[in-house]
């Protein structure tokens, strides 16, 4: 450990220093593409773009796992239901073409219902049997949607939707290349920005959700149920609102998914999808909003830069030893392992969590 | 009549499929409550050990019958595994005991994908034909058909549960074992060596995960590096189904989700008069188990942990 | 106080050593033409994904031992292969990550729900792509001047099974059943078709998913239904387990299947149940291909037993090349023309393309098992004209 003085602690407190670290933030994140693009190539800002899907997708299931403490394995179907919404009515499915401003709220608000309607039979559960059951939903709307193509065609099957209309404003559409003050915008650029936008926006509702006497709530249930309800907490309400918010986000970001990529197939929405979700919220940092970022940005970026064990290799030995392909996931799941062992209360948890936990191992000693 | 006869059949031995998978998974999940995502993988490496075995011998050429091969096989995945769960519990898991729950899943999951990607790079990624050893001569019934080999399983899974019922609640093992599970700290207190009880629960699971791993490739006759993901999520269901930790739950839960989805593969389609068909098998099996866990919320036989609050 | 966390440093520095090692890759230079391959290499469907790449390294190392000069460069072609999980999110990444590598053609992806979200990327930056595997009919009906496949789509591929199982193989009652992906539904839906249009009847109707390995129970209800044929939409690491249970269950029906079914892992799994099995497959036999029966024999000496589609991979590399031959050049924008006009012997079948960018009028044959081997029964379809050319 590394000790700084105290003069770190006042500087750390001044608001004129978070000013200035919040407008480096932003300058950062709004060069980001232009930056990587020329650094590592286009790739990676789709990459990027994938990031801030996910972190949406993080934040959605951290307010389910990390706030309110109900282990949550089928969140991949709120993704699938807000991607599904808009792939259906925005595309030559059914004809219809309806515009992104209209459909990503409406797709928002029913992935909502569901999470109210997923939620409400896993009140009584606790624990891995409320898992189970979640798990169970995530894999009952997967087979709906790979299945209800007969007798009447809803979803279009295995075959999935093609030719999703892209995101666009009019004539504006974010799948051209837009120039602005004279810097050219490629797609790619023009849909990070928007999930840019949307992602500070989720930020923004899970910092104020986390401060509130809802996130508070959600807080004393976590901790301990029973004294929670003794305390006049209606359980019921708090947990069914956890889902609704979590699918909420999850629906928002299925939206912007389909527009973006355009095609969307029940192969996307696997229980290995709520797994690697689980994994961001757990790894980074469980309900520590920074933490669960910097977990999304980890756990897809990783096996993006682990298809370069190739050339390191190259550098390192002057030639392959092992085929890279074969081992990027062997080293994900190493890293996984080591990054558990080494901080089992995730990357970045939140000071309360750290002091509890520490708390926790000094009283009851070691087994 | 003599097709509903069929299904109930299949759906017993699919379910004994699962009971064998689910009864290693429950032990370990009754003493640490931890959902060991890399028991199916144990599962998977005892078969494909197993596999590379008879492979060496009946590559020998030796005039040696089916069934002794198998054992051969058997003898040979059975100590790989018991070795490979007591590394996983002291490198991965015993490390974890007082972190956070979730914090333990992860690292299974990690587990998880290690073992997978290892067994690709040390099996390849084909499908691996599992040869024919233990005799299946049919035997008809009431139009029905059931071979010697699904027998086996059958009487195979009961056995093996009986076995554990003995061992948990007849032996000081068994006892310090439920001992631990309901409060390790005490236990230890009364001179329980926690450690080693834990250990031991995870090597017997593993030894069980060998002999569910080459039941499952010679019932199927297929052996490959991913058949652990499903198998283990099937018992993982199981187990829950029947109770966390309920040794009998685990049997019954996984009898009752082969079934299930025996029944619910052949009769959906008829029911809803082609609405549905058998493609929502799955959608029945989960339907089923979120409503019984509706009436019954500590599964079918009630669980045996300690209270994790 | 305030301690840094080292782990937290540690890992931060070793992801930035990481990436590195990437950056940019250099356009193709000094004659080194890069050619992309993609598919799951790993996951369930990984035995295929590498048997492609095999397939594809195969060509390019044979055409690296010619020597071949293009635009008066000597060329050394490189095969950049993939993984893209089968998942089409990651297939989009990878797409973009060959685009930015400014590889001349693409030679991908297997399955069609990455095919089709990458194809877009592809057709953007105007590099050509060939798929071997995928058949979706939907990836060929976007527009894209520069997407291919060299093997026939379900809907011919359906149509022929529908019409030879009824006309040839004389039955009137078949019951199918497919594994809800793209491809067994695909192709089970139009086997449908076509046996209904030829007039037979189907009894039954049953599904399973790509990772089931017990078919027993949707099998008893087929077999309450009393099929002269069972016919399976879906892939020989299935179909081979569930012939046997067919068998152990006592169905007598006969098993038909697609090119999924048609290799040699399905006799393995199926056992002593493969025996008259019959699956047809796009192409001609290897055996009557100029040159068939030798690639066949330098592939099992590199990597072994082909999977399914590493013939067609094969094809596909060698069409690229070729196609950049005829325009003594490796540039898209000027070989894509040839591309498209492509017409020439593959080692799977003749190879000509639609204005689609399908495969034109290709013959499909049907196989089946006896004494434990694939045997051809006969060829359907595709011009004796292009069978005869070169």
């Known amino acids: ?140 709307i997967r087979i709906f949607l790979n299945n209800l193509d007969a007798p009447v065609n809803i979803t279009n099957g295995p075959q999935g939707v093609n030719l999703i209309d892209p995101i666009r404003v009019g004539d504006f559409s ?95 929405f696997t229980i290995i999808e709520s ?88 009283e009851s000693g070691h087994a | ?79 790989v595994c018991m070795a490979l769960g007591y590394a996983i519990e002291r490198i991965a898991y015993r490390p974890l005991r007082q972190a956070p729950r979730l914090a333990a899943l992860i690292t299974a999951i990690g587990v998880s994908i290690v073992l997978q990607n290892a067994a ?86 593993s030894a069980l995960a060998a002999v569910a791993g080459i039941m499952v490739a010679a019932y199927y006759g297929v052996a490959h590096y991913f058949m652990g993901f499903m198998l283990g999520l099937k018992a993982f269901t199981a187990a829950v189904l029947g109770g966390i930790g309920n040794i009998a739950g685990a049997m019954l839960g996984g009898l009752l989700l082969g079934v299930i989805e025996s029944f619910g593969a052949g009769y959906i389609g008829p029911l809803t008069g082609g609405f549905l068909g058998s493609h929502y098998q799955d959608v029945f099996a989960f339907l089923v188990l979120i409503l019984v866990l509706v009436f019954r919320p500590s599964g079918l036989l009630g669980e045996r942990v300690s209270d994790r609050t | 106080m305030i301690r840094v966390s080292v782990t937290g440093t540690g890992l931060s520095l070793a992801l930035a050593l990481l990436l590195t090692g990437c950056g940019q890759q250099s356009p193709s230079s000094g004659g080194v033409v890069r050619i992309g391959q993609v598919s799951p290499l790993t996951g369930p469907q990984s035995h295929l994904g590498k048997d492609n790449d095999n397939g594809a390294r195969l060509a390019i190392d044979e055409m690296n031992a010619k020597g071949l000069t293009l635009g008066g460069v000597k060329v050394k072609f490189e095969l950049v292969s993939e993984d893209d999980q089968a998942d089409p999110k990651t297939g989009t990444i990878v797409a973009q990550k060959l685009v930015d590598a400014k590889v001349a053609g693409v030679i991908g992806h297997l399955n069609s729900g990455t095919t089709i979200p990458a194809s877009k990327i592809y057709h953007d930056a105007g590099i050509p792509q060939v798929s071997p595997s995928a058949t979706n009919p939907k990836y060929t009906q976007q527009g894209y001047k520069g997407a291919f496949r060299v093997m026939a789509n379900d809907v011919q591929q359906g149509k022929t099974l529908g019409e030879y199982a009824v006309t040839k193989l004389g039955v009137k009652k078949i019951a199918i059943i497919d594994d809800r992906t793209a491809y067994g ?139 950049m031959v005829k325009a003594n050049s490796t540039d898209p924008a000027k070989y894509l023309p040839e591309l498209a006009k492509t017409s020439r012997q593959g080692v799977s079948g003749p190879i000509a393309f639609d204005d689609k960018g399908d495969l034109k009028n290709g013959p499909i044959t049907l196989y089946i098992v006896k004494g434990g081997k694939w045997h051809a029964l006969e060829t359907v379809g595709g011009t004796a004209a292009a069978a005869e050319n070169k």
């Not at chain 1, 009515?89 to 709220?105: K, M, N, Q, T, V």
């Not at chain 1, 500070?200 to 029973?226: N, Q, T």
Request: glycine share 12%; proline share 4%; net charge neutral.
């Open chain 3, 185 to 323: 539904q695909g192709l089970a839906d139009e086997f449908e078709k076509a046996a209904k249009a030829a007039g037979a009847a189907i009894v039954g109707r049953e599904y399973t998913n790509d990772r089931s390995t017990d078919f027993r129970a949707i099998l008893t209800s087929v077999k309450g239904k009393q099929p002269d044929l069972v016919f399976y939409g879906g892939m020989d690491t299935q179909g081979g387990p569930m012939a046997a249970q067919m068998r152990s269950l006592g169905i007598k029906a006969r098993f038909l299947g697609g090119d999924g079914a048609q290799s040699q892992e399905f006799i393995k799994l199926a056992g002593a149940a493969a025996e008259g099995v019959v699956a047809s497959s796009p192409g001609l036999p290897l055996d009557q291909m100029p040159g068939g029966r030798s690639f066949a024999d330098r592939f099992n000496a590199k990597y072994g037993q082909i999977q399914i589609y590493a013939p067609y991979a094969y094809d596909a590399a060698m069409t690229l090349i070729d196609a």
């Open chain 2, 1 to 79: 009549m003599d097709i509903f006869l069929q299904q109930l059949v299949n759906g017993i031995v699919l379910g004994a499929i699962y009971a064998l998978v689910a009864l290693g998974y429950t032990m370990v999940y009754g003493i640490l409550g931890l959902i060991n995502f890399a028991h199916g993988e144990v599962v998977m490496i005892g078969a494909l050990v197993a596999l590379a075995v008879i492979q060496l011998l009946i590559g020998s050429g030796m005039p040696l019958p089916g069934p002794l091969i198998a054992a051969v096989g058997l003898a040979a995945a059975i100590p």
């Open chain 1, 174 to 268: 974010l799948a051209q290349t837009q120039s602005f003050l004279g810097f050219t915008f490629p797609a790619v650029y023009n849909y990070y920005y928007l999930f840019l936008l949307l992602t500070l926006a989720v930020v923004f509702v899970s910092l104020r959700l986390e401060d509130s006497r809802i996130g508070r709530a959600w807080v004393a249930i976590r901790e301990d149920e029973v004294a929670a309800a003794a305390m006049g907490i209606n359980t019921r309400n708090v947990k069914l609102l956890a889902f609704a918010m979590g699918a909420s986000f999850g629906g928002v970001a299925g939206g912007l998914f389909a527009g973006f990529q355009g095609f969307v197939s029940p192969e996307s």
């Open chain 2, 120 to 205: 690709m790079i040390v099996w390849g990624r084909q499908y691996h034909s599992f040869p024919a050893l233990l005799p299946a001569t049919p035997h008809h019934f009431a139009g029905a058909t059931v071979n010697d080999l699904q027998l086996f399983i059958v009487a195979l899974a009961a056995l093996i549960m009986a076995g554990l019922l003995w061992l948990v609640h007849r032996t000081r093992l068994g006892r310090a074992m439920r001992a631990t599970s309901q409060n390790p700290e005490v236990a230890g207190l009364m001179g329980v060596n926690v450690n080693t009880v834990i250990s031991l629960t995870f090597v017997i699971g």
């Open chain 1, 1 to 140: 450990m590394i000790y700084i003085s105290d003069r770190w602690q006042h500087w750390r407190r001044d608001p004129r220093v978070a000013w200035a670290v919040y407008i480096a933030l932003a300058a950062l994140l709004i060069v980001l593409p232009f930056v990587t693009d020329w650094a590592l190539g286009r790739s990676w800002v789709r990459i990027a773009a994938f990031v801030l899907l996910y972190i949406m997708l993080a934040l959605g299931l951290n307010i389910v796992v990390g706030y309110a403490g109900l282990l949550d394995l089928g969140y991949v179907a709120f993704f699938a239901v807000g991607a599904y919404f808009y792939a259906l009515l925005a595309s030559p499915h059914f004809g219809l073409h309806l515009p992104f401003w209209l459909l990503l709220p409406l797709g928002s608000a029913v992935t909502c219902i569901c999470g109210v309607l997923l939620g409400a039979p896993t009140l009584r559960l606790r624990g891995d049997y409320l898992a189970i059951v979640t798990l169970g939903f995530g894999e009952i």
């Open chain 1, 275 to 362: 797994i690697m979700i689980l994994c961001m919220v757990v790894l980074g940092g469980m309900g520590h909003i920074p933490g669960v970022i910097l977990g999304a940005v980890l756990l897809v970026a990783l096996p993006e830069a682990l298809r370069y064990l190739g050339p390191l290799q190259q550098a390192l030995f002057g030639r392959v030893l092992a085929d890279p392909a074969d081992l990027r996931l062997l080293v994900f799941g190493l890293a996984l392992i080591l990054v558990m062992l080494l901080r089992p209360s995730g990357l970045w948890p939140s000071t309360v969590r750290r002091r509890e936990l520490a708390a926790g191992a000094g």
